[in-house]
């Protein structure tokens, strides 16, 4: 029965978000009130102790629902702290700068002054029907993105599917708009889709709205937003911008300035005033606001258009000058400050003329250090300023970016480890500054080597948990770094970085991005270092490989090849046939892979690179095994073997014991095939195995193994071990996506209510994370569970839903099983022609295996219902040969079922009989039941056999039938002599 793509052979071989500190401190709060150590808080929650201590600091990305609970459940809270732990773990706050993934609209850094209007009017335009993206205009510092954050909070209850804030400030190149969404709504890359396909399917359903911010300087991108509102018909766009987008959805919301005071004294209270007070008590707590300094402020306010940051930046002057001192300047200097375009809007001007004078009241120091800020996007590190903008150590920097803070210039953000940001207005024109500088190269190509110290710092310590989350919180740093080094011609020390950050792509999904900076430093001139280039182009060959782009990743690979021979790298050269061979696996270029992975091989050995000798013996393995060259498939399957027991690397071990499994199959030996799984089964129970997407997918594809021959008890031990891994290390999607495999496992055994409560909250899971492809195998898995009950509207809605999903993802095999039961569906409403047109086109994207026995299977059971009993006996003896080699004794009893309702149905009551009682004693042994879906047809035409033979006739055949091996069982099925499946299948009583 279908689980995934990847069981299929050929899809094995692919292999700072922060949430508040709140929830760190609570839960600190509730250990040390128990009286735990985090050691024992672990263990009582079945956690890992550093799982603890990250989520503790806030260093781990926002725990998922089943850890929260087993973390309570081991405290033994009350139900109200309790609730106040899972309500903190769910408010989750973007600290990645370019994009918040939880879902929720970021906290906002100060209090939110008056446009009480302005939010009701947004709210009302992004609520009406029929109105799908609202972008607010205006020039800089009118408060466009703090009116969006703002509404976005205001109508979280309105989006339950979330509100995703996108910051594409940051961002230079339009090509990236995509995988930056993408990133956002945490749309895993992996699908093998364009971000932009994979977003929309992603969103196809959702009631979610995207906030994206400062969209000006990637117009060029406009296009992705109008496609996306027209494949998710749920979707709403909030988006800030100087200029409208030029969109047929669009809405242009212009965001005037604050409202500002009349001359009356009694019109004196605005919007304009009420910030100008807040911000002035922030930089001097005991501002107020007088009888004599109201109208002063009023003033000040006017002279300053009610425009927000000019007003913000006025107020923190207070400390210095009290506002009669405060306008005074302003009246004097303005009109001498304006510059910028000449046909800048009035506003901007005043903007830019505030902002010239704050500069102009800094100090030498203070001045210099602004304008080096300015090369950092999304703000920094302490540590990070004090690497770029002090290596000299000439600047007293604590006491410089207190400076610039209490001046409004910069602002301070985070908990545990502050970052000091600048407003996009404020940097643009401190990088005017910076430019004026003659060391502005200079602090740009330090900042760049600061960014790849810490990427190549991050990738020699094993590119762990806590050093991937420092990466990502400097996203938008290392994007900065790597364009200043494609523009600037320094591509050599771009390559560097972005094969640094090589694993960071892969593991946190950013894999179209990694691609796409590859692609454009391997195309600037000056990269003489053939070693690099070939080092970049594996990395992109993985990057590719893992999106199933194979044709682009053996292109890779091959460059990458051919660049090595000529410099004679013999170790480059192994890397480059790694990615060669595993790229025509996924091709189904079997004897171009073996090849690769031999000639491959050879040479790591000559090396004594072991490590990569294993791997590269495991895909020849698997590459002799699909061209039928099974003697030195086993051969070299036990060389790998050995060589990974060697290396104590458990996962190695398993997956070259699966291509053991694969042989033995094949081949009918299943006692071998038995004893390799057990021996896989006990390697996987290393504690320290890495839970990644090769891992999964070889656990998953064990347990099915062991499934086919009948050992639910075994595949079952192994998934449910692989659950609590899961659930250790804080990854329930993954411990989900085993639970999926479990619900079929109890389907086959007839526990249908089981299996669709597994599958109910392995869906709300993948909703929940965003995940598309569990989300189609959660409602492929409930319309299996409805199909073999016979149930054709569930099966209807579950199956047209998954298959909705999987058309979008572009997945040929999981679309088959789909359609598969679509036809079952038909089937069950006597639409026999609606039935073999869904079967036609199931068969035409299914591979070799399951998925075409199964439909075939259904092609018998259609043929049947139409009553063409000869039609049935053939697809029959199709189906049931070409199981000779695979050994899947799981589908035999319902193939024998539907053996004696043909062979009832031709007038044959007595071979009926016999494969009633062969059928029973499968069913016995393995403990499935007779399907729900074929029961009536079934008892109905062996109602008819038994009257035919006579009740006591009947029985006695039944009888016979029973004591039956498997193979006999078969054989008389065919019509033939002789074993059809190994002798270890057969039924012992």
């Known amino acids: 029965m279908p689980t995934q793509l990847g069981y299929d052979l050929l899809t094995l071989v692919h292999t700072m978000t922060d949430f508040p500190s709140t929830f760190g401190t609570l839960l600190r709060r509730y250990r040390t009130l128990v009286g735990l150590t985090q050691e024992e808080l672990a263990e009582r929650a079945r956690i890992s102790v550093r799982a603890v201590s990250d989520l503790e600091r806030g260093a781990r990305r926002s725990p998922y629902r089943g850890t929260v609970q087993q973390l309570a459940e081991a405290l ?60 607010l205009t205006g020039p800089g510092g009118t408060g466009k993105t703090r009116l969006a954050l703002r509404v976005a909070n205001m109508l979280r209850s309105a989006f339950p599917d979330g509100v995703y804030p996108v910051f594409l400030a940051p961002l230079s190149d339009p090509d990236l708009v995509a995988s930056a969404i993408a990133g ?70 212009p965001v ?76 004097r200097r303005l009109p001498l400050l304006t510059g910028g375009p000449t046909d800048a809007p009035e506003r901007q001007h005043t903007l830019r003329g505030t902002i010239d004078w704050s500069y102009d009241l800094l100090g030498e120091q203070d001045r210099r250090l602004f304008a080096c800020l300015s090369v950092f996007a999304g703000g920094c590190t302490f540590e990070a300023a004090e690497i770029v903008c002090n290596a000299d150590g000439e600047l007293d920097l604590l006491e410089g970016l207190s400076s610039l803070v209490d001046q409004n210039l910069v602002r301070r953000a985070g908990a545990d480890e502050p970052r000091f940001v600048m407003l996009e207005t404020i940097r643009e024109y401190a990088t005017e500054q910076l430019e004026a500088a003659e060391e502005a190269e200079h602090l740009r190509r330090r900042h760049a080597q600061c960014f790849l110290s810490m990427a190549e ?89 893992a999106q199933h782009d194979a044709l682009t990743a053996r292109e890779m690979g091959r460059r990458g090849f051919d660049l090595a021979r000529e410099e004679g790298n013999d170790g480059d050269m192994v890397e480059a046939l790694h990615e060669i061979g595993f790229a025509d696996l996924h091709l189904g270029e079997f004897a171009s892979a073996a090849t690769a992975f031999k000639d491959g091989a050879e040479l790591a050995r000559g090396l004594a690179d ?89 656990i998953e594809r064990l347990s099915m193994n062991a499934r ?36 079929v496992l109890e389907r086959e055994q007839g526990h249908y209510d089981r299996a669709a409560e597994l599958l109910e909250e392995s869906l709300t899971v993948f909703e929940a994370a965003h995940d598309p492809f569990g ?8 319309a299996d569970a409805a199909r073999d009950r016979g149930d054709a509207a569930a099966v209807q809605m579950f199956g047209g839903e998954s298959l909705t999903i999987c058309r979008q993802l572009g997945d040929s095999v999981t679309t088959s099983w789909c359609l598969n039961n679509l036809a079952v569906a038909a089937y069950l409403d006597a639409d026999y022609d609606h039935a073999e047109s869904l079967l036609e086109e199931a068969l035409a994207r299914s591979l070799q295996g399951e998925s075409r026995e199964e439909i075939t299977a259904t092609r018998v059971l259609v043929a049947l219902g139409r009553g063409d009993y000869v039609r049935a006996g053939a697809l029959l003896h199709d189906v049931m040969s070409t ?101 270890a299948h057969h039924h012992q009583k």
């Open 76 to 135: 033994a809270l009350q139900e109200d702290e309790r609730d106040a732990l899972v309500a903190a773990a769910e408010r989750r706050v973007g600290g990645r700068p370019a994009a918040a993934p939880s879902g929720d609209a970021p906290d906002e850094p100060t209090p939110f002054i008056g446009r009480e209007r302005e939010l009701a009017e947004v709210s009302a335009l992004l609520q009406r029907p029929g109105m799908r993206l609202v972008t």
């Open 457 to 545: 710092e991050v990738d020699s310590g094993g590119a762990r948990a806590e050093g991937l989350d420092r990466l990502d919180s400097e996203l938008d740093n290392l994007r900065a770094a790597l364009g200043w080094a494609r523009d600037r011609g320094e591509a050599v020390l771009g390559l560097q970085l972005a094969v640094s950050l090589a694993r960071f792509w892969e593991s946190r999904s950013y894999l179209t991005e990694g691609r796409v900076w590859l692609d454009q430093l391997l195309r600037r001139a000056g990269v003489e270092d053939r070693g690099l280039r070939v080092r970049a182009l594996m990395v992109a060959a993985r990057l590719a490989r």
């Open 708 to 743: 086919s021959w009948g050992d639910y008890a075994g595949a079952h031990d192994l998934l449910e071990r692989a659950m609590d891994l899961a659930r250790a290390i804080g990854h329930e999607q993954d411990a989900m996506h085993f639970q999926v495999v479990a619900a």
């Open 256 to 331: 005037p300035p604050l409202s500002l005071p009349g001359t009356a004294p009694d019109e004196l209270p605005s919007d304009a005033i009420a910030l100008f007070v807040a911000r002035a008590q922030s930089a001097k707590p005991d501002f107020q606001l007088t009888g004599s300094t109201q109208a002063t402020v009023a003033d000040i306010c006017r002279r300053l258009d009610g425009l927000p940051l000019a007003i913000e930046l006025a107020a923190a002057r207070v400390r210095l000058f009290p506002p009669p001192a405060l306008l005074q300047r302003l009246s």
């Open 775 to 782: 989300k189609a195998r959660a409602l492929l898995g409930l």
């Open 610 to 698: 072991t490590a990569l000798t294993g791997h590269l013996l495991w895909g020849l393995a698997w590459a002799q095994a699909l061209t039928g060259d099974l003697d030195e498939a086993v051969k070299t399957g036990e060389l790998g073997l050995e060589l990974a027991r060697r290396l104590h690397d458990p996962v190695l071990a398993s997956a070259s014991q699966d291509g053991l499994i694969h042989v033995a199959r094949v081949r009918g030996d299943l006692a071998r095939a038995k004893e390799a799984f057990r021996e896989a089964r006990r390697a996987l129970q290393d504690p320290d195995i890495p839970l990644d997407g090769f891992t999964r997918e070889l």
């Open 883 to 983: 199981m000779r080699a695979g050994g899947n004794l799981w589908l035999v009893p319902t193939l024998l079922d539907l053996a004696a309702v043909t062979a009832a149905g031709r007038g044959n009551a007595e071979r009926a009989a016999r494969l009633v009682g062969a059928g029973q004693a499968v069913h016995d042994a393995l403990g499935t039941p007779t399907l729900p879906l074929i029961r009536a047809i079934y008892d109905a035409h062996l109602a008819r056999a038994r009257e035919v033979l006579g009740a006591d006739a009947f029985e006695a055949v039944q009888q016979a039938g029973r004591a039956m091996t498997v193979d006999d069982a078969v054989a008389l099925a065919l019509g033939e002599a002789g074993p059809l499946i190994p002798q």
């Open 184 to 253: 956002a709504v945490s749309i895993d890359e992996r699908l093998g889709l364009a971000p932009l396909t994979a977003l929309a399917a992603g969103l196809a359903d959702r009631r979610v709205l995207l906030v994206l911010d400062n969209f000006e300087h990637l117009l060029p991108a406009a296009p992705i937003v109008s496609e996306l509102l027209a494949g998710c018909t749920n979707l709403r766009v909030l988006v800030t911008s100087r200029s409208i987008l030029h969109l047929s959805r669009e809405q242009e919301y």
